[in-house]
Every structure is written in C-alpha cells, then in structure tokens.
C-alpha cells in the first residue's frame, strides 16, 4: 500500500494525481485535520505533530508514505527522514516540484506560493538552487487561500480579490513558472493561471508529483515490490468524519468516501 499523510483534506488534491496516474495500488490517506492547519505553526509544533503521523504509519507497519502536505515537507522532512529512515520509507513533494520548476522555466525565474511556514522555511529555494545556482526564485507566502478554500469559497469573488493581492508582487518579478506549493491551490489552479497571464506556466503540482513517483518505483523496484495493488483506498482522520466526508467531494470532485476516525 502506498500511504499518503497531510494536515488535513488538501492532500486529496495529491492523492487524485497518484489514482489516475498509479490506479493499480492499495492507498491508505491520513488527514490530521483535527490539528490543521499546519501552516501557521512553528517549526517544532509541525516537527512535533508530523511525527506522530509518522510513528501511527510505523505502528501500521507501512513500508512508505509520501507526505503529500508541503508545509510537513518543506519544514520537518529532513528531521523525520533521519530519525525513521530505518523504520520507514519517507517522501515529500518539495524536491520533485523543485525539480520540476529547475528543469522547465527557461528564464530561470520560478515563484513558489504557499503557507507561512512554508515560504518562511526557504525550502523550495534551497532545492531548486541546489539543483541550478543560476534559479531566482521568489517565494509568497498566501495565508488567508486555505481557510478561504475549507470553507468552500474559492469560487467567490472575494477570494479573486485576495489572491490578485497575493500575486501582485510575483508579477513584478517576472517569473515563468510558479509552484503551487501548498495541497489546496490547485483548487484556485484556473484563478492563479489567469491573474498571471499565458506566459506564466502554472502546472498541477499533484501529477507532477505522481509523475515523480511513478519514475522512482521503476527505478526501486525493490520497493515497488513491497507496495500491493488491489486498487482499494483507505481514509484515515483525527478530526470530524462528516467533514473529511463533505470535504472529500469537493477536492476530488464528486466522489464519495468512506472515513474512520483515528487518534495520533
Ligand atoms: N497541507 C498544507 C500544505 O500543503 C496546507 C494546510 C495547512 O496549513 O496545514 O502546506
């Protein structure tokens, strides 16, 4: 089974990518949501909480987990990585959109959108320099999108509002590419496209990853090996079931779950 852990519901964006593009496997997805969101928390509390979704996924006996949340990613990865890496499997998302945004803006002029804690940790930029020095990567923090889209009002004209003031200083810098780097932006995916503009490449950051992936278990098969594939998918929530539910049919559009409710 491949299991998938976030703060909350966002990850589902992620995990739709890995259902249409790895549809084979088992899936077992752990939202913390009783505790999100992660992203205006500091370092230690997400190193803190992080590490007991971890530790459940070991007590499961869970081969690998990519952690699909960026905030977990960017902030604790390396922390959790070198404490478990003996007991556990652990991948983020940071490094296959660094990747990604490295290997495709021409200008070498990328943004990276995403929460406090996020932008605050200069991850992303650090990944994608490493990988070419030359990179300008300017990073903006958008800390209002996710309880805009938890309560469903990414459509309004309000949250349009909010985020052209968001991006209004990532058009000055004039990038290429911007990385949505927090699970629940690909909800506003058209709304950041048209603010800007047809010259900045906006991609899906869920199949990037899963594209990733899907590279990483030809080239481990060792562990591919370990993954079984009878195609079923398991959802986890320290928080209330209704509402991982209800949330669930909006970020994978329209398709119903079922949940069980978990402590960490
Ligand atoms: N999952 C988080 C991320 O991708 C967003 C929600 C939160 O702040 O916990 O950064």
Not at 108 to 122: F, L, M, N, Q
Not at 165 to 176: G, P, Q
Not at 245 to 250: K, L, R, V
Request: aromatic share 10%; with cysteine; net charge positive.
């Amino acid at each position: 089974m491949i299991a998938l852990f976030d703060s909350g519901y966002g990850g589902l964006t992620v995990l739709k990518s890995f259902l249409k593009v790895l549809p084979k496997y088992d899936y077992l997805y752990l939202g913390d949501s009783a505790r999100v969101p992660y992203g205006p928390r500091s370092p230690e509390t997400i190193q803190k909480f992080s590490e007991e979704g971890i530790q459940f996924f070991i007590k499961e006996k869970v081969p690998l987990v990519i952690v699909a949340c960026n905030t977990i990613s960017a902030v604790a990865l390396r922390y959790l990585q070198k404490k478990y890496s003996d007991q556990i499997k652990i991948l983020g998302v940071v490094r296959p959109l660094a990747e990604y945004a490295a290997k495709n803006s021409a200008k070498k002029r990328i943004g990276i959108a995403g929460t406090r804690a996020t932008i605050a940790s200069g991850a992303y930029k650090t990944e994608i320099q490493k990988l070419d020095p030359a990179c300008e990567v300017i990073g903006q923090a958008c800390p209002l999108l996710v309880p805009l889209i938890e309560e469903n009002w990414h459509h309004k004209p309000e949250t349009r509002m909010i985020l052209r003031k968001y991006l209004r200083s990532l058009k000055t810098h004039n990038i290429d590419t911007l990385i949505l780097g927090c699970t629940h932006y690909p909800m506003l995916q058209k709304e950041f496209q048209k603010i800007m503009g047809a010259r900045v490449h906006v991609p899906n950051p869920g199949d990037i990853v899963a594209a990733s992936f899907e590279d990483y278990l030809q080239r481990h098969p060792e562990i591919e090996k370990k993954l079984t594939k009878k195609g079923t998918q398991k959802f986890l929530t320290t928080g209330d079931v209704d509402r991982f539910e209800e949330f669930s049919t909006i970020f994978l559009e329209g398709t119903k779950i079922n949940v069980q409710k978990i402590a960490l």
